[in-house]
């Protein structure tokens, strides 16, 4: 299948292509993974020397520690300042009352939001670090 090239000053990006991984920087650490990998069902990943990253359909997310980031990083790493959507496949009504019933407040939701891709129906939660976490399905 031939890829759509999509020109940006200086870079060449490909349309229908993931990104890679994003991180995200933790006071929480512990209680991080444990609500990625408990509450959203995401898969631990362990690699290098003790690092910890969490897989989400293609994409991984890796997490430092505030204060002990891997370099290079970001100018200004901070915990909380995450805003993150994820597409997932379950009935919305459906995913509220999951999170619910795992003692998770939800902030909103279920609304009507515009994704990527058109239409989406969220609910909106904080994680550990309070970064606002949006589930969504199409």
């Known amino acids: 299948k031939e890829r759509k090239k999509v020109t940006c ?3 060449v990006l490909y349309e ?10 933790c006071h929480r650490f512990r209680q991080t993974i444990d609500f990625y990998t408990r509450i959203l069902g995401m898969r631990l990943l362990e690699f290098g020397e003790g690092r910890k990253a969490l897989a989400y359909a ?3 997310i890796n997490f430092h520690t505030a204060g002990h980031a891997y370099e290079p990083t970001a100018n200004n790493p901070t915990p909380g300042a995450a805003d993150l959507c994820f597409i997932v496949e379950t009935e919305i009504g459906d995913v509220r009352s999951w999170i619910e019933s795992l003692g998770v407040k939800i902030i909103l939701g279920p609304v009507t939001r515009t994704g990527s891709q058109g239409i989406i129906t969220s609910v909106y939660i904080h994680d550990p670090d309070k970064n606002l976490i949006e589930l969504s399905t199409y």
């Open 16 to 25: 229908n292509q993931c990104f890679g991984s994003l991180c995200m920087n």
């Open 9 to 11: 000053q200086m870079c």
């Open 58 to 60: 293609n994409y991984k």
